[in-house]
């Protein structure tokens, strides 16, 4: 990924576990393992199962558990059984032991009764189909976000609160201390009446993916990879990291990125529940090759509360610009700028609004809220919000006119073929399960 920036979060993550940073596998059984030390006793542990052990599961969520005195990883599950196969050896390692289960079918690892908890790091399709099947079967869920469709979103939430689960949408953002200062401060009036929010997120891949038809690898459940999404030939940048950008398996940037920002700006415009009222953007797509989501953007967001959002492609960042002073940042987690020494140093009083957050993380978050039954810092309904602005965005786009949209009802008003675009079809047997 060509991105003209000093460190990518991605980038971030490669460099951490190039240098054993991130996964370094101890071969010799610590006292934590066996539960010494204070630790808790593998019995007592939330049993977890990996569902995607892909990139990101493999060099970003799995660590974090591995290392949590609360969890214990008792499962994986892949469609690549490369992937599988490398995780199980790297998990049975890391405690000493072969116990270990591996699954090439998400379906009986959530089945098992020895599970509690799942982790599902999967391409976007997967993400609401997987996470409601296994709330479904009695687990909570930390799942990566985005959701595909704005009706999927709806639904996700409907099925989490209805069987009162445990669901941590899957981003290290509110545990930043940079997001969560900037969204503190604008909350609390340090620049005076929000009155605008500029939002910029990276460029995208240089090539355009290559759609010749190849022969699908031996160690991959291409037909299980594919599950909802339309039938498609298989060629090597259609699976993994490459789906980003294919239409049928996400939103592109928009949806990969501005997951992450977009969250920033609704936590700091107190409309985290909510959504904006008004959408109109421009930009073209990818052609010539396999990917076919948007490219370039420019984007316009209005919100009850007059707030403009704005979002364009560039170097990842974020401002916040009030009637008396702005604050934001350049560069993922890039240090806090502000228009004035003041806000900078501004203190957050013992009377002010405090944003909670976890400074340990997403994953420290999700095992909390697993033993108390309360929401993690990135419930599933702020999750579903934010993925809806990124829904909105694309949609805009695509129909290139300014849409209407009603955060209360979570429709479009007046446009049937905006309505439309709120969800699409899957391929059976992969309906979204029905909840009771």
């Known amino acids: 990924m060509n991105i003209p920036y000093p460190l990518s979060r991605r980038s971030f993550i490669h460099k951490a576990a190039a240098t054993g940073a991130i996964i370094a596998a101890p071969q010799i ?35 974090p558990y591995l290392a949590h005195k609360d969890a214990q990883v008792v499962a994986v599950c892949d469609v690549d059984r490369q992937r599988m196969e490398r995780a199980a050896a790297f998990i049975n390692r890391r405690y000493g032991n072969t116990d ?17 908890a799942v982790m599902i790091s999967t391409p976007d399709h997967w993400h609401t189909q997987m996470s409601m099947m296994a709330m479904l079967a009695g687990k909570d869920v930390q799942c990566e976000k985005p959701t595909l469709t704005i009706n999927e979103g709806k639904a996700l939430v409907h099925c989490a609160r209805k069987l009162n ?3 941590q949408t899957s981003t290290e953002d509110r545990s930043v201390p940079v997001y969560h200062r900037m969204a503190e401060l604008v909350r609390n009036g340090r620049i005076g009446k929000l009155q605008r929010i500029e939002v910029i997120l990276p460029k995208q891949p240089g090539k355009p993916g290559d759609p010749t038809p190849q022969t699908v690898p031996s160690h991959l459940d291409y037909e299980m ?18 789906f980003r950008w294919i239409e049928d398996y996400s939103g592109g940037i928009i949806c990969d990125w501005g997951t992450h920002l977009f969250d920033t700006a609704q936590w700091a415009n107190n409309t985290e529940l909510s959504g904006p009222v008004e959408v109109e953007g421009t930009g073209n797509y990818w052609s010539g090759g396999l990917f076919n989501t ?23 960042s974020i401002k916040f610009i009030g009637s008396e002073g702005w604050v934001g940042n350049t560069g993922w987690r890039g240090p806090l700028q502000a228009s004035s020494d003041k806000i900078l140093n501004s203190v957050i009083g013992a009377q002010d609004i405090h ?25 599933v309904d702020i999750g579903h919000r934010i993925s809806t602005v990124c829904h909105l965005a694309n949609i805009a786009i695509k129909l290139g006119r300014k849409l209407k949209w009603n955060p209360a009802t979570e429709e479009f008003i007046g446009d049937s073929e905006a309505l439309a675009l709120m969800d699409r079809p899957r391929r ?9």
């Open 100 to 116: 270990c289960k591996s699954f090439p079918d998400f379906r009986e690892l959530i089945a098992r009764d020895d599970i509690d």
């Open 225 to 242: 990879w594919l599950g909802p999404a339309p039938q498609a030939p298989y060629t090597r940048d259609r699976v993994h990291y490459n």
């Open 355 to 379: 944003l909670y957050t976890n400074p340990a993380g997403e994953h420290d978050d999700f095992f909390q809220c697993v033993r108390s039954r309360k929401d993690p810092y990135f419930p």
């Open 29 to 63: 059984v610590s006292s934590s393992v066996l539960g010494r030390e204070g630790n808790t006793a593998p019995s007592e542990r939330i049993r977890v199962g990996f569902i995607g052990i892909g990139q990101h599961g493999f060099d970003w969520n799995l660590p």
């Open 428 to 436: 059976d047997p992969w309906q979204l399960p029905k909840v009771p």
């Open 294 to 316: 948007v490219k370039d953007y420019d984007v316009t967001f209005r919100y009850e509360n007059g707030v403009v959002m704005t979002c364009k492609p560039g170097n990842p």
């Open 165 to 167: 689960k445990v669901f």
